[in-house]
């Protein structure tokens, strides 16, 4: 079974600082996709970067990149220059690119900038 | 574009009493599928449909019941409500099955209270 584990419920940083935000993961597929979302306290779902497991650089988007450690089943967003508007929650989800079932979430992490 | 559209947005329900939960998207996606989130808990996989006509069950599906008769529409029902039940409901289609990188399209969620 797949499963995704994000081991920080809530983090504070300070606007302007770096953050990485973690995420383990459990697959025994070979091939698969780690995702990230933001929500707002509006309650949206807003993609913000994807990584697939075949993928030899890591994913960068903006001021979003991913920290892919494959043998180690991690996936860390980091999140540079961090902003007020990037208090949110933010949820890590893996795709199955075989199967029916896509996407299992983490519980997500809750992160608060600080002015 | 329009994207994935749910209806309602709010909804109250007295316990035992049934609704369905209207989920459309007019993006060609063969894949959508029911989350609910509750608080600590991420977002759980209700039901899911990889096409037309075929439907299956995700990780929580007792208490909903879903149909797939067209692309474009998926909705869930709720045949007794119960307090349980009391949740954020998303619905979110994908195109390519099988393809790597194609996010999860959301729609905006339905906050649903049983009492």
């Known amino acids: 079974a797949q499963k995704i584990t994000q081991t920080q419920p809530g983090m504070f940083v300070q606007e302007k600082e770096a953050v990485t935000l973690d995420c383990t993961y459990d697959?025994?597929?070979?091939?698969?996709?780690l995702f990230w979302y933001k929500q707002p306290s509006s309650g949206e779902m807003i993609f913000l970067i994807y990584?697939?497991?075949?993928?030899?650089q890591n994913a960068t988007e903006g001021r979003y990149s991913l920290n892919f450690q494959k043998a180690r089943k991690s996936a860390n967003l980091v999140i540079s220059a961090s902003q007020l508007g990037d208090s949110a929650m933010y949820f890590c989800?893996?795709?199955?690119?075989?199967?029916?079932?896509?996407?299992?979430f983490g519980q997500g992490t809750r992160l608060t900038i600080n002015p | 574009n329009a994207g994935v559209t749910q209806t309602p947005k709010f909804q109250v329900l007295k316990t035992g009493q049934s609704m369905t939960l209207q989920c459309a998207q007019d993006?060609?996606?063969?894949?959508m599928s029911w989350y609910r989130q509750d608080p600590g808990m991420g977002l759980r996989l209700i039901h899911y449909?990889?096409?037309?006509?075929?439907?299956d069950q995700g990780e929580v599906p007792n208490g909903y019941n879903v149909s797939r008769s067209t692309t474009e529409d998926f909705p869930l029902r709720l045949l007794s409500a119960a307090p349980s039940q009391t949740s954020v409901y998303f619905c979110?289609?994908?195109?390519?099955?099988?393809?790597?990188?194609?996010?999860?399209?959301f729609g905006n969620g339905t906050r649903l209270t049983v009492t």
């Open positions: 989800a893996i795709y199955r690119v075989q199967g029916a079932q896509k996407l299992v």
């Open positions: 993006m060609n996606h063969e894949y």
């Open positions: 990584q697939g497991s075949y993928d030899e």
């Open positions: 979110a289609s994908i195109s390519g099955l099988g393809v790597p990188g194609s996010p999860l399209h």
């Open positions: 697959t025994s597929d070979q091939s698969y996709g």
């Open positions: 449909s990889v096409g037309a006509g075929i439907t």
